[in-house]
Structure formats: structure tokens, C-alpha cells
């Protein structure tokens, strides 16, 4: 658990970890070639643990350097990931391509991950089918095969970034053309589709509604570097928007943060820019009405809505945030009402009455950006807060305690979490 003194202006400088949601797909990608591939700048978060741990069940080798890791699939002998794997990790639901791809099957466990709605597969599986593949579905598993991947017109009845991931991956050694329309533009898909043109792959269009994928017979070995978790520095960006401060957040992400900034910037914060990172200037915490609606990039992110809503906990004002992604994303309010938040969901849109402050108390985490908004909360609150649960976090985070507190916070890591 996390144990966390609030009310500390936060100042100094931090560097941003590596990007989870591009290092999942990059890892799960890496099933695509006959050889090694080496991520650096991979951060040591127990979703990525879960998926490696797939891999080395699949086959693979797989060593750590630092934050460097390698992978090598010469050894992969299955295409089955039982329950014990799949069901720690949505995630895992990424290696339909690649698995496809390479040995055209994949019998895959009902993944787990994040309780934030019901996540379907539905998209993936009807994209995928146009490409050649035929599932047998059951209630505990996807099993998925095919006598040859073609490229074809495939068109998104809603922009998915797991579906959007799943369709590049499987159409990179397909036969023919594959032509994704209403394709996810998550920075993450364009880091997805560098790395694997660094393998050979022949991409083009992502960052756009239309992404082009020309099969090739075989990808080549490659190493690349994961960029910076635009979602880690968006929470640490709401920590300062709540505590007032100065701080330098270092990493390559701030230019993919435009809706956050755009907020931050209606709060009051004077924001710099810069190449190598991110300057914010938050003179006193903010206390200004804040309207929010998520949205697929380049909208609001999703991952930041349970940060925002710890922030116009202690906004003293009426605020408002509409999730349209996933139905059960305000789980996080119940904990924040235990440390005095007045919020009143309705449907797919909250309501927060801010206060002035929060009371520190005990609170529980169910799911990663959930757990990451109730330690702001305890920054923003007088007293003690206690966040049980860490694992969530730690699905995500790398080190949310050690950068907190290298910026002036009260925080601990306290036992086995
Ligand atoms: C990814 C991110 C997650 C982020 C989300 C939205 C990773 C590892 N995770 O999740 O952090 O919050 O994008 O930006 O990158 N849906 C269906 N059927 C499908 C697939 C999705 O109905 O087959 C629905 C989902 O239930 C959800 C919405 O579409 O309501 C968005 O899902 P999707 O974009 O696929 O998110 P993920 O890839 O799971």
C-alpha cells in the first residue's frame, strides 16, 4: 500500500518512464520475427512482466539489462496462453496478430486486466475474420486460426487501438494488401508501426484515420526505443495542476498531451514545451470549473479521466466530465466520496461539487489509472491517506513513489503491497 502526507508543493525534476501501451503491442510484435529484438527504455511494470511471462510460456527467451530487454523467438514451440497467464493482463489479447502471423493459431484464455467495462473482443475478431482467420470462441477461451493471412478492406465500426494493433500486426505478413480504415491514431499505433518498419515491415498512413499495410514473406531482427508514457506524465501533470508547484517532466511524449495541456492551461498553469520535456508552472493549486469529455485521441485520454476527477475534487467548483469509452470508468468515485469528494455520477457523465480540500482516509484501488487518481487525491488532502491495493498501480507505474517524492511529496511505499 501507499501511505501519503498530503499538501506538499511539488518542485524539481522528474524522467518520465517508458510507455506501457506502446511497449505491450512492441513486445507482443516481436513474435513476428524469427530472431531477437531489443526494446530499450522498457519499463519494469507488472503488465509488461505479465506479457513476458507469456512469452517465455510461448517459448521465447527473454532477458532483462537495465531497462533494456531482449526477446528471442527462435524457440516458439506453442500458441497457447492458459488462464494463469491471460487472465493477469487485457493485454494479452495482442498477441492474436502476431501469434496468427507467425504460426496461424492462437488459443488464448479470456483475458483479464482493468474492470472498467466489459471490453469485447468483437471488433478484433470481426476484423480479423475478413483477413482469413476462423474463431471458435467459448466462454473461457478465443481460439483463432488460419491456412494463410490475405490482406484486405477492413473498415473499424469504432476506432480501437487494441483492434487497430491487432489487424497491423496479423496484415504485416499477410498476403497482399490491407487497407484499415477508421484505424485508432493513438501515438501508440505510429511507435507500433516505427518499430515495425525498423523490422521490415511496409507501412504507411498511421496517424491517420487510414492505415496501409503491404504483407511481406519474413521481418527482420531489430532494436528501438520506447518513448516516454504520455498517460504517467499527464498524472504527474494533474499532481502539479492540484498541489502548486514547479516541476520538469523529462520525456519525448509532451507533444501527444495537447488535450491535457490545453486543460491545464484553462487552470491557470503556464506550460513550456520543450523537446525534452515538459515545464509546468502551477503558482497556487487550481481552483477554476473544469468541463471534460474523453474521447479517442487526439481527444482527452481516458487513462487521465480518474487523475482529472481527484483534481476537480478539490476544485471548489462545479466541474463535469463525460466518459465515452468505457462504461464503468467512475469506480474511483466511491473511494474519493470516503475522503469527503462530492461527486454524483449519472450515467456516462460525472458531476463534482469541489471542495476546498480533501480529508486523508483509508482507500482501496480497483483498477490502474483509478489507484494512480487516489494518490493525487491524498496529495491534494490534509492528513494521512492509506491507498490499498498498490498492485494496480504498479501494473502501470514504474516508480509513482520515487518520482513523487524526488518532486518534495510525503509518500511511502508501505509492505508487500
Ligand atoms: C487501449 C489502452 C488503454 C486505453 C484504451 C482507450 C493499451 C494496452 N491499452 O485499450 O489504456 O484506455 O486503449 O484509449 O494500449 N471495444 C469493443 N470491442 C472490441 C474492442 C473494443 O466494444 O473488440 C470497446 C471497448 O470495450 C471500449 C472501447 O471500445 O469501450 C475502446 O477500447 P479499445 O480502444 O480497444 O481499448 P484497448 O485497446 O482495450
Not at 361 to 370: C, F, I, Q, T, Y
Request: with cysteine; glycine share 10%; aromatic share 6%.
Amino acid at each position: 500500500m501507499y501511505r501519503i502526507c498530503g499538501k506538499k508543493r511539488l518542485s524539481g525534476s522528474i524522467r518520465v518512464q517508458g510507455s506501457k501501451n506502446a511497449a505491450l503491442p512492441m513486445l507482443a510484435a516481436s513474435l513476428l520475427c524469427k530472431g531477437c529484438v531489443v526494446l530499450h527504455n522498457c519499463p519494469k511494470i507488472l503488465d509488461v512482466y505479465a506479457m513476458l511471462s507469456i512469452l517465455k510460456h510461448l517459448g521465447c527467451y527473454v532477458k532483462w539489462e537495465d531497462n533494456t530487454v531482449v526477446i528471442c523467438t527462435d524457440g516458439l514451440f506453442s500458441c497457447k496462453v492458459p488462464k494463469k497467464y491471460a487472465g493477469a493482463m487485457r493485454s494479452s489479447v495482442m498477441l492474436l496478430g502476431p501469434l496468427l502471423g507467425r504460426v496461424g493459431c492462437a488459443d488464448l484464455a479470456w483475458p483479464g486486466g482493468c474492470m472498467i467495462g466489459a471490453r469485447p473482443v468483437d471488433i478484433h475478431q470481426m476484423a480479423l475474420k475478413q483477413m482469413g482467420v476462423r474463431f471458435e470462441s467459448s466462454k473461457n477461451c478465443i481460439f483463432a486460426a488460419c491456412r494463410g493471412l490475405y490482406g484486405a478492406v477492413v473498415r473499424l465500426p469504432f476506432p480501437s487501438v487494441g483492434a487497430t494493433e491487432n489487424v497491423i500486426m496479423a496484415a504485416v505478413l499477410a498476403e497482399g494488401t490491407t487497407v484499415l480504415k477508421n484505424a485508432a491514431r493513438e501515438p501508440e499505433i505510429i511507435t507500433l508501426c516505427k518499430f515495425l518498419r525498423a523490422m521490415g515491415a511496409r507501412i504507411s498512413g498511421e496517424g491517420t484515420e487510414t492505415i496501409y499495410i503491404e504483407g511481406v514473406k519474413s521481418l527482420k531482427e531489430a532494436e528501438y526505443a520506447i518513448p516516454s508514457d504520455r498517460i504517467v506524465m499527464g498524472t504527474y501533470l494533474m499532481a502539479v495542476l492540484g498541489t502548486g508547484g514547479e516541476v520538469f517532466l523529462e520525456g519525448d511524449c509532451a507533444g501527444c498531451l495537447a488535450a491535457p495541456l490545453l486543460l491545464a492551461r484553462k487552470t491557470g498553469a503556464r506550460i513550456q514545451e520543450r523537446k525534452q520535456g515538459l515545464k509546468v508552472f502551477m503558482e497556487e493549486p487550481s481552483h477554476v470549473p473544469i468541463q471534460a469529455v474523453t474521447a479517442p485521441y487526439p481527444g482527452f485520454p481516458t487513462d487521465l479521466q480518474s487523475p482529472l476527477l481527484a483534481l476537480m475534487a478539490v476544485s471548489g467548483h462545479i466541474c463535469t466530465i463525460k466518459e465515452t469509452i468505457f462504461e464503468s470508468r467512475f469506480a474511483t468515485a466511491g473511494e474519493l466520496k470516503k475522503m469527503g469528494a462530492d461527486i454524483r455520477i449519472e450515467g456516462q457523465k460525472a458531476c463534482v461539487y469541489g471542495k476546498q480540500t480533501l480529508e486523508g482516509a483509508d482507500v482501496s484501488a480497483s483498477d490502474l489509472r483509478g489507484g494512480a487518481a487516489l494518490i493525487l487525491a491524498g496529495l491534494f488532502a490534509e492528513g494521512v491517506t492509506t491507498v490499498h491495493n498498490a498492485s494496480h498501480i504498479r501494473r502501470g507505474y514504474e516508480h509513482i513513489e520515487t518520482d513523487l517524492r524526488m518532486l518534495g511529496a510525503d509518500i511511502d511505499a508501505v509492505g508487500s503491497h
